[in-house]
């Protein structure tokens, strides 16, 4: 491997960004170019909704200062690519300009899926996915917008009706499922999403689905007709039902791609010196028996980075994904989920434990083998340790052991209401255990902090 | 917005609308009797005699009568000092007492009226405004249009504010004569509490407090459902009531000195200054308390309280600058500079200070034991040095009427001499950090840009570290405004306190350090 080679990664986003970082500490020698149309800087993607409503400014959303890149010698390259040749191994831009690399890493991640409605491309109507969507947002709802509809439940979508939110614009909620984001939550915590947003004023409506989006005189959305025969005036569309590889530009090559860049475990496509990572990465077979083909997440995005690093610093490196882990927020209700808890189980297989606040906003659930070993938990309203669960699965805690050790798996502030106790005392009364509930510190009781 | 809270705002203005005219109101009158009576016994011929061109002369304002006041005494003054003859120059400034004696206004005559139309309004418009807050929104962050708002990001409104600020500390601290319409204003408030009538820092006192109780219960609507914010909020608060505003003033009603319990050296740099010795020997067995606790709180307070809980317990919990800053200033915590360069300049800046007051202090002991012989009058001057650069001008002018500006914690982060001290604590030896969930950081940038001392959280948290540094004050705010649950301040062992733990959890293909 010669060493002044050149690894250009195609896409800023976080799986490109940590390849780069992670190259850089690995080997000192390597030119690395960092090519992006969408933004010159890296900056964080899943927090363009809190630039809309005014949490921050863009710039807050870049994790690393412009002289970070210089000082690390990772050349940023802001540009559009339109094609590689493969051959020649060099890539071309929309510029005209052209690039040439010894290693190539694409990183170009997803896109909104559109799936073919009338009117799906009317002005009004988008997804939210790059900084060219939220700025076309921007200026979309700024004025003259009566009511939004948005279309796909999950989680772009609740983050979308949020936003909208904030400019006290009435938004529908179009969502196919019977519940929330149903096909990843078991029933009880989509009904828990579910009332949440409706306790924000957010007209949501289960088990209906979008017809058509009808246009104006000027090609601007003006109504959306429902499956079921509702006609919901509106001036602007949300699209949220998922996303999908963002790969045009490499269809009609001899790169092999189906739905993403097909790919093995150490991230290596069909063609020699390529790679591809992120959510634009399809496995060959998948990682392990709970992952999917396509992982769409930004911690897999980084942990996809981090690996192929290696590889290219000349380490041979499979992923092996670890515990799930994953998380989110729901207007004001945050969610952690460690390990592997889906929206459905076989009873024969596994026991669900699950316990809800009396607000109707707390949370926790944990699933069990038969055996009585964790599986996984649902966390709602509350905050649980990572490193506690990614050991207590990893190790096949029983059930017991976790609950009873759960004050040391808590991570919310000081003084906040020791929910752990009434966990134990749920799990004791339906398992029929006794474990001893843990006393609320001197410090709640001096506060009076209780559930 | 609801019709009560815009009451509120039109209450607000009108009381602070009224509190900026009022220094204009009435006339001035001097006579003899009343120069006699606000002069030290050396000065009273000289300066009965300077001023007699005033006397039976009615001054319609405030500036007539301050500038009558200079020409005449600078007239003397810059004649001895032509001559050198410098033991005669006097150099006490009286223009303060004598204005506020010679000042006949109808806001001197109905005192409590006109401090219910400005302060009094100010306060209860601002109650109006901040109480209905988030009324009808579940509990949860309430950061929604903060860089939209004219008055949080430097907007129109945000320079007004800090140009206002910057205006009152000015005067304030400088030219108090103008204002005596409001301190006579505040006067039978200082009788109530202390027997005696009001100085221009009894009205800043006063101000200070009600605005850090108005806008603490800003802070309990706010956090609502947060309980460590409404807690420390309290805490800074009751504080700042009972310690920083209360229990001096009784104590001198009970003939004690004027002692603030909770303020620490060096942020309380004239502890150690020859006069207060002086106050605290003189005062018996209470004067040798207060000395023998000031002097526990630097060497064993400090650093225990630190060890234990890190310097939150003092910043973001009993301190009066940051009372004002965790309340009156929340609104701006967003503006503080989060950049490297920003570092660079704070730890400079801020050990600078610390040097300074240290080395102050040491030469006004020595000198103090050496019964002046030392140095003689120069630790004065370097007393007054330091009282303008650093006690005025940068504590207050910088650190309070920059909020709107560079946020609300300029001074504690850049200045604070005492924030210095309990900062190489808890960076040296502390069971306090905060620590960050495993791989859950999605590095949207919320905790930096919240931060008010300025630390880039992000830089930590993503890569799974825990945030160890000497500046924060464990406000907390990083925690709350996280959307993914991945901040925790906590106090914990030392061991592993500052960590390289693997930068992501989740990922066994690989395992390696931050």
Redesign the interface.
Same mark, same amino acid.
Request: net charge neutral; aromatic share 14%.
């Given at each position: 491997m010669k060493s002044n080679r050149h690894v250009v990664i195609i896409g800023n986003g976080?799986s490109g960004v940590t390849c780069a970082r992670q190259l850089r500490k690995l080997d000192d020698q390597v030119n690395i170019t960092l090519i992006s149309g969408e933004s010159k800087y890296f900056f964080?993607r899943?927090?363009l909704m809190?630039i809309f409503?005014?949490?921050?400014?863009f710039e807050?959303?870049?994790?690393y200062?412009p002289?970070f890149w210089e000082k690390n010698r990772i050349d940023l390259k802001e540009a559009w690519v339109s094609s590689v040749d493969f051959d020649l191994k060099v890539i071309s831009f929309q510029s005209g300009e052209n690039m040439a690399y010894d290693d190539l890493v694409i990183a170009t991640g997803s896109k909104p899926n559109k799936f073919g409605w009338p009117g799906q491309d009317l002005i009004g109507v988008q997804g939210l996915y790059s900084k060219q969507d939220l700025e076309s947002m921007e200026a979309l709802t700024s004025q003259g917008v009566g009511r939004a509809v948005i279309v796909g439940g999950g989680l772009i979508g609740i983050e979308m009706a949020e936003m909208l939110a904030?400019k006290k614009i009435p938004v529908t909620f179009l969502v196919r499922e019977t519940g929330f984001w149903n096909n990843i939550l078991p029933k009880e915590e989509s009904d828990l999403v579910g009332r949440?947003i409706r306790?924000?004023h957010i007209d949501l409506r289960l088990e209906e689905e979008l017809e058509e989006i009808i246009s104006d005189e000027n090609g601007r959305v003006r109504a959306v007709q429902t499956k079921s025969g509702d006609k919901i005036p509106c001036q602007f569309v949300g699209l949220t039902a998922g996303v999908s590889p963002n790969i045009e530009f490499l269809k009609n090559t001899p790169l092999n791609i189906n739905r993403g860049v097909k790919v093995d475990l150490q991230f290596k496509t069909n063609l020699p010196n390529v790679y591809a990572i992120g959510d634009c990465a399809e496995f060959l077979e998948i990682p392990a028996a709970d992952r999917k083909p396509i992982e769409q997440v930004?911690?897999t995005g980084?942990?996809h980075g981090?690996?192929l690093a290696?590889t290219l610093a000349g380490k041979p490196?499979?992923?092996?994904?670890?515990?799930?882990?994953n998380?989110?927020?729901f !207007?004001?209700i945050?969610y952690?989920t460690y390990g592997t808890v889906p929206a459905t189980w076989d009873e024969e297989n596994c026991n669900s434990f699950y316990w809800e606040h009396e607000s109707g906003?707390v949370s926790f659930r944990m699933l069990l083998s038969k055996k009585g070993e964790i599986l996984g938990v649902n966390n709602f309203g509350f905050? !649980?340790?990572?490193?506690f669960f990614?050991k207590a699965i990893k190790e096949k805690w029983n059930g017991e052991k976790v609950v009873s050790n759960l004050a040391k798996a808590n991570?919310?502030?000081?003084?906040?209401?020791p929910y752990n106790i009434e966990i134990q005392k749920a799990f004791n009364s339906q398992f029929g255990t006794s474990i001893q509930l843990e006393k609320r510190s001197f410090i709640q009781k001096l506060?009076g902090?209780s559930v | 917005m609801k019709l009560i809270q815009k009451i509120g705002i039109l209450l607000f203005l009108v009381g602070i609308g009224t509190f900026t005219l009022i220094p204009f109101l009435g006339s001035y009158q001097l006579d003899k009797k009343t120069v006699l009576e606000n002069t030290k016994d050396i000065h009273q011929e000289k300066m009965s005699e300077v001023l007699e061109p005033m006397y039976g002369e009615v001054y319609n304002s405030n500036f007539g009568f301050i500038s009558a006041f200079k020409t005449n005494f600078n007239n003397y003054n810059d004649g001895l000092k032509e001559q050198s003859l410098w033991d005669q120059v006097i150099w006490d400034d009286y223009s303060f007492p004598l204005a506020k004696a010679a000042l006949s206004s109808p806001v001197k005559e109905n005192p409590w009226l006109f401090l219910m139309l400005s302060i009094g309004l100010a306060a209860i418009g601002g109650l109006l405004y901040n109480l209905p807050k988030h009324r009808d929104e579940?509990?949860?962050?309430k950061?929604? #249009?903060?860089?939209?708002?004219a008055m949080k990001n430097r907007g129109w409104m945000g320079m007004i504010t800090g140009a206002y600020l910057i205006l009152f500390y000015i005067i304030l601290y400088w030219f108090p004569a103008y204002i005596v319409n409001l301190v006579s204003m505040v006067d039978p408030v200082s009788m109530i509490l202390s027997g005696n009538p009001a100085s221009q820092w009894f009205l800043y006192g006063l101000i200070y407090t009600l605005a850090i109780l108005v806008m603490g219960i800003r802070m309990f609507r706010k956090y609502r459902g947060?309980?460590?914010q409404q807690?420390r909020t309290a805490s800074v608060m009751f504080f700042q009531t009972a310690f920083a505003f209360l229990i001096p003033e009784i104590l001198v009603l009970f003939n004690q000195p004027y002692f603030d319990f909770k303020n620490i050296w060096p942020l309380d740099y004239d502890f150690f200054y020859d006069y207060q010795i002086d106050t605290f020997l003189s005062a018996g067995g209470v004067g040798m308390f207060m000395l023998i606790w000031g002097i526990l709180l630097i060497i064993i307070g400090v650093p225990v309280f630190t060890y234990f809980f890190g310097k939150r317990w003092y910043c973001s919990w009993v301190c009066g600058c940051g009372g004002l800053a965790e309340t009156v200033g929340d609104p701006y915590r967003q503006l503080s500079d989060k950049?490297?360069k920003a570092w660079k300049y704070e730890r400079v800046i801020i050990h600078s200070v610390l040097v300074l007051a240290v080395v102050m202090t040491l030469l006004t002991i020595v000198n103090y034991f050496s019964g002046f012989s030392l140095l003689g009058n120069v630790t004065n001057q370097l007393h007054s040095f330091y009282g303008f650069a650093i006690g005025s001008a940068f504590a207050g002018v910088v650190g309070t009427g920059f909020y709107p500006f560079m946020g609300n914690r300029v001074w504690c982060r850049f200045g604070c001499p005492l924030a210095a001290y309990l900062g190489l604590v808890q960076r040296f030896k502390s069971r306090f950090r905060i620590t960050t969930?495993?791989?859950?950081c999605?590095?949207? #940038?919320?905790c930096?840009?919240y931060c008010e001392m300025g630390i880039d959280v992000?830089?930590y948290a993503?890569r799974g570290q825990n945030i160890v540094r000497s500046s924060c004050v464990g406000c907390?705010v990083c925690?709350?405004?996280c959307?993914?649950?991945v901040l925790?301040?906590e106090n914990n062992s030392e061991e592993g306190r500052i960590n390289e733990l693997p930068?992501?959890?989740?990922?066994?293909?690989?395992k390696?350090n931050a």
């Open positions: 976080i964080s899943t927090a809190y409503m005014g949490h921050m400014k807050h959303t870049q994790p200062e002289w904030y949440h306790e924000h930004w911690y980084r942990m981090e690996t290696y490196t499979t992923y092996r994904p670890g515990i799930w882990f998380s989110a927020k !207007l004001d945050e952690q906003k905050r !649980l340790r990572h490193e990614d991570f919310d502030p000081e003084f906040f209401a506060f902090a | 579940p509990a949860g962050v950061n929604n #249009g903060v860089f939209h708002s947060n309980r460590y807690l950049s490297l969930n495993g791989g859950q999605i590095s949207c #940038g919320n930096s840009t992000r830089w993503q907390g925690s709350s405004v959307p993914r649950g925790k301040l930068i992501i959890i989740g990922n066994d293909s690989i390696l």
